[in-house]
């Protein structure tokens, strides 16, 4: 697509756009009685208009039926969950049985590494990338430590190279060769949230099998917004929120993936809970755990329904739109906003950004991250006065993620403006 930094031309694009009319099924927050410019799906999705109508039902059942409601509910609660792995099995790329709804991510990444991180005195390490999201960082060091490994000898971080942003693939595939045996785990993000680098997820479930070890990711800032085919890529586990792209609320109730190779493998440990008992006799309420024979057998606690009514909101929408269409959108949307930012700035007489997302478009995501060479903390402010919700890390980056549901062209051409504006000044 030949694009062009104008308005005519970025209304034009919303004109041609199949998903328009998805942007009036969600709540746009106000600025000054205008709708602002929401840029932070990635950390929270909007709501869904339906949203309130979804969790009003489930109160309205719960007043109606009482403990009843397990079977009486117009959508039964005792079965709610299943009806999750349908329309996220589209999303992540898997089949149903590979998929249950529970818990939150840092949960459900310890709950998949009790599974599948059994460091012996030979294979003991994990190897993720460097500048992971915190919480992933203190799963990991918790994990290592309750094993009685140390850190420092047990993760091993692929970090760039000097004066890089991104992670080269083959530096990441060779240290795992590197590491060979004494590998337990690889766990990366799928998306980092700092860089908005999408990596190679099968080039990696590759190598680290090669290597004997066992390969997950963190999806939550993929999930929604990549694509994704989990099961083809042989990948072991993966957890993800639902609270990003997936638009289903703050705290929101999250998912899991395991390849349908672990799910019956009866020699994989795992904390085990009722709802993770076999269906048909699970009231018997007897000794001796027998797992469901899906990704449910994970499942400890009786599911959370009042934000899961909040993520059939959320993924009705994303059925409705389709991914594909999603992703098509995604596409050229984070593509427009690349080509307005180097527009912008080669104009300037000299650098005054650089954009630290790689430019390859299947290298990414929606979300476009910005290292600001000078003014960074003035166009922020601007943007912020203006009505623009992004997110500034320090030091100097300015992340923004234009999501194909409800974002426009409009919206990453105004953006553009004010920073043009702000540098013009
Ligand atoms: C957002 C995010 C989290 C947050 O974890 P919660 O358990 O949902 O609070 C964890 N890891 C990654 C990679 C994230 O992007």
């Known amino acids: 697509?030949?694009?062009?930094?104008?308005?005519?031309?970025?209304?034009?694009?919303?004109?041609?756009?199949?998903l328009k009319s998805f942007r009036q099924k969600f709540f746009i927050p106000q600025h000054n009685g205008k709708d602002s410019i929401y840029f932070t799906g990635n950390s929270l999705g909007l709501q869904p208009v339906t949203t309130q109508s979804y969790i009003q039902q489930e109160l309205d059942d719960w007043a109606a039926f009482g403990v009843e409601g397990h079977f009486q509910a117009r959508n039964p609660w005792m079965p709610y969950h299943e009806m999750f792995p349908k329309l996220l099995s589209k999303i992540v790329g898997c089949q149903e049985n590979e998929i249950v709804v529970m818990n939150h991510l840092t949960v459900n990444l310890h709950l998949l590494l009790v599974s599948f991180y059994r460091p012996s005195?030979?294979?003991?390490?994990?190897?993720?990338?460097?500048?992971?999201?915190?919480?992933?960082?203190?799963?990991?060091?918790?994990?290592?430590?309750?094993?009685?490994?140390?850190?420092?000898?047990?993760?091993?971080e692929v970090a760039p190279r000097n004066g890089e942003h991104s992670l080269q693939t083959k530096d990441i595939l060779a240290l795992i060769k590197e590491h060979g045996d004494s590998v337990a785990v690889v766990l990366f993000g799928g998306v980092n949230y700092?860089?908005?680098?999408?990596?190679?997820?099968?080039?990696?479930?590759?190598?680290?099998?090669?290597?004997?070890?066992?390969?997950?990711?963190?999806?939550?800032?993929?999930?929604?917004?990549?694509a994704l085919d989990l099961h083809n890529w042989q990948v072991d586990f993966a957890c993800w929120c639902s609270y990003k792209y997936l638009n289903s609320g703050p705290g929101s109730v999250a998912g899991i993936y395991l390849h349908e190779k672990h799910i019956t493998d009866t020699s994989i440990p795992k904390f085990a809970g009722w709802w993770g008992y076999k269906k048909e006799t699970r009231f018997k309420m007897e000794k001796g755990f027998i797992p469901i024979p899906t990704a449910e057998s994970w499942q400890l606690s009786n599911a959370p329904i009042l934000s899961m009514a909040a993520h059939k909101a959320a993924l009705d929408i994303f059925n409705e739109a389709g991914i594909e269409r999603l992703h098509q959108k995604r596409k050229l949307l984070s593509g427009y906003l690349h080509f307005v930012l180097q527009e912008i700035n080669n104009r300037q007489a000299e650098n005054i950004m650089e954009i630290i997302t790689p430019a390859n478009e299947t290298e990414r995501g929606c979300q476009v991250s910005i290292l600001m060479l000078q003014k960074g903390k003035e166009v922020f402010d601007e943007l912020t006065k203006q009505g623009v919700i992004a997110d500034w890390r320090e030091p100097n980056v300015i992340r923004v993620a234009p999501v194909p549901l409800y974002n426009s062209y409009e919206e990453v051409f105004r953006f553009g403006a004010i920073i043009q504006s702000i540098l013009n000044t």
Do not use: W
């Open 194 to 226: 700092y860089t908005g680098q999408f990596f190679d997820l099968q080039k990696i479930t590759t190598a680290a099998h090669e290597v004997g070890a066992i390969c997950g990711f963190d999806l939550a800032h993929a999930v929604g917004n990549v």
């Open 121 to 156: 005195n030979k294979r003991f390490k994990i190897i993720c990338e460097a500048g992971a999201f915190p919480s992933d960082q203190y799963a990991l060091e918790s994990q290592v430590l309750f094993h009685g490994f140390q850190p420092e000898e047990a993760i091993i």
């Open 1 to 18: 697509m030949e694009y062009k930094n104008d308005l005519s031309f970025a209304k034009q694009l919303d004109e041609e756009d199949e």
